[in-house]
């Protein structure tokens, strides 16, 4: 049997006759699902948390339900891509799908706001491991020089919860009740647990040192001062108070002793030496400038639709089609182009070229431009994250030895995630600002007081403003906007720098027409015997 199962994988990763052995879809299925789970739980939360806060009351503490979910994840993410590369990565990425559901089963049965901060807690700590685990486990079974065609799975994946996470949590609070907002992950989670156990059999590991604990404390506690200090500072806390000096230095302290740590540790959380890569650490801060630009467009894109062009918040997830279809088709075919030629260089460069002309572009609008226009202004900035999305994490592990994959794919993980704290902190507190100031001009007292807790009206609070007061606030917006894309544009010029000192080092992995060669079936083979073989 184990015979007959390991000739598969005499083939290469989509067969050698372009089908797929059965075994890689089932797995490919249960990491998209997976993968699925950590980008949609937010979205499906955010259209329900009104609903619950009517339910459980506790509005003052309502931001950390976002708050506790997002820091434990960015917390845990460098954490699981270390046990997976000691322990293995099928236990690691099983035990985080675990600890997801729990933290899901309970979050639905909190009765009070405490409890569902605790509980989201607990569910971030698992989600810290489902991206890090889907990345890491398709670096060990797929060749780089083979993985582009899978890109587009990953994208359609992202773009699926960004466009279809607030009509699902909305469709679902609405008719079963918000808890359902988390028990929906129970039977997505169950599927994906069953078919990784049953169908992944990756080898066994078994490192002789011990978990960097010290380390591991000091970048929890950096990492949660910084998200902190994002979140909190221009909204909590003015960015100048005492509270946000005090994270930014506990921060800054934690992390400088970090690195110093993980030069003296035995096995360290973070290896520094796969800094030394030049590539993986361009893509690291291209990782980093991408979270920036695309959570800041997420954000601001349908509030100023909304806001400016009267669209409905029902559907604003809706409204993100043209950024995200086109991030999507551009994504399968930079995929598509990397696995048939091995080159890659050149996503980089235009992408981050389109990226900074979206931007650009979409800094122009104002209260006259049409749906029409603004959907082709983000179909260039989608266009330009398609090039990026996946590339980075591609490069990023054909830079590292394969010992090292959990650790690239949490790293370059942990910087989008922190560009993307950084990007709706830095972009929300210039529009916020903007926001302020035009409304000041315009509306004056009354423009001062309608903004004075908040520069985001929603759509409710928008329709009972008088007419001058609403057009003085749909100014303000495209003013905001232009301000916050604008800098998302000069943010984005850093990633062109990076992409242009990006050195094309040949993927590693056989090319598709060296597949029928002696040389070609063995680094197939090698690739797949993970996930085929028999124990």
Not at 41 to 64: E, F, K, R, Y
Not at 354 to 368: N, V
Request: aromatic share 6%.
């Amino acid at each position: 049997m184990a015979d007959a199962v390991k000739s598969q994988t005499q083939t290469r990763p989509d067969g050698a006759d372009g089908a797929q052995p059965r075994s890689v879809r089932v797995v490919l299925l249960a990491l998209m699902i997976a993968m699925m789970l950590a980008m949609l739980d937010n979205m499906i939360v955010g259209t329900a948390m009104p609903t619950i806060v009517g339910d459980l009351g506790g509005l003052q503490h309502l931001s950390w339900v976002v708050t506790a979910y997002t820091l434990a994840t960015a917390a845990s993410t460098p954490l699981w891509g270390k046990l997976g590369d000691m322990y293995g990565r099928k236990g690691a990425f099983m035990t985080s799908i675990v600890i997801f559901l729990v933290g899901s089963a309970l979050s639905g049965m909190a009765q009070n706001m405490g409890q569902l901060i605790g509980f989201r807690a607990v569910q971030g700590l698992g989600a810290g491991g489902l991206m890090v685990g889907v990345m890491a486990i398709i670096g060990d079974l797929i060749p780089p020089r083979e993985r582009g065609k899978y890109q587009g799975m990953m994208a359609g994946v992202m773009a699926l919860a960004m466009i279809g996470g607030p009509l699902v949590g909305g469709t679902i609070t609405d008719n079963w009740g918000w808890r359902w907002a988390f028990y929906i992950n129970l039977p997505l989670g169950a599927v994906a647990l069953v078919a990784v156990s049953a169908v992944l059999h990756l080898p066994r590991k078994r490192a002789q040192a011990r978990v960097d604990y010290l380390g591991a404390g000091l970048l929890t506690l950096g990492i949660s001062s910084i998200v902190l200090v994002t979140t909190w500072g221009g909204t909590e806390y003015a960015w100048t108070s005492a509270r946000i000096m005090e994270l930014t230095a506990i921060g800054v302290a934690a992390l400088v002793g970090f690195l110093f740590w993980q030069t003296r540790a035995a096995e360290p959380i973070l290896p520094l030496h796969i800094f030394r890569s030049r590539n993986f650490s361009l893509m690291s801060v291209i990782g980093f400038v991408t979270g920036f630009v695309m959570f800041g467009a997420v954000l601001f894109l349908p509030l100023y639709q909304q806001a400016v062009q009267g669209a409905s918040a029902t559907n604003s997830g809706l409204l993100l089609l043209p950024m995200l279809g086109s991030m999507l088709v551009v994504s399968m075919i930079a995929g598509r182009v990397t696995t048939s030629s091995g080159r890659y260089k050149v996503f980089p460069v235009v992408g981050s070229v389109l990226m900074i002309a979206g931007l650009y572009l979409l800094s122009r609008m104002d209260t006259e431009t049409t749906r029409l226009t603004s959907g082709l202004y983000m179909a260039v900035l989608g266009a330009g994250m398609g090039c990026l999305m996946q590339i980075t994490m591609l490069v990023a592990q054909n830079s590292v030895e394969m010992k090292d994959m959990g650790v690239a794919s949490s790293s370059t993980t942990l910087f989008r995630t922190l560009g993307s704290s950084f990007g709706v902190a830095i972009m929300g507190a210039l529009f916020n600002n903007r926001v302020q100031h035009v409304m000041a001009q315009k509306a004056g007292a009354l423009g001062s007081k309608m903004t004075e807790q908040s520069a985001q009206l929603d759509a409710k609070s928008l329709q009972k403003l008088p007419a001058v007061a609403r057009e003085a606030y749909q100014h303000a917006v495209s003013a905001g906007t232009h301000s916050a894309f604008l800098l998302g544009a000069v943010v984005a010029i850093v990633a062109l720098a990076a992409a242009v000192f990006v050195k094309e080092v040949p993927l590693k992995g056989a090319a598709p027409d060296a597949a029928q060669s002696p040389e070609g079936a063995s680094g197939a083979a090698q690739a797949l015997e993970g996930i085929t073989e028999v124990v």
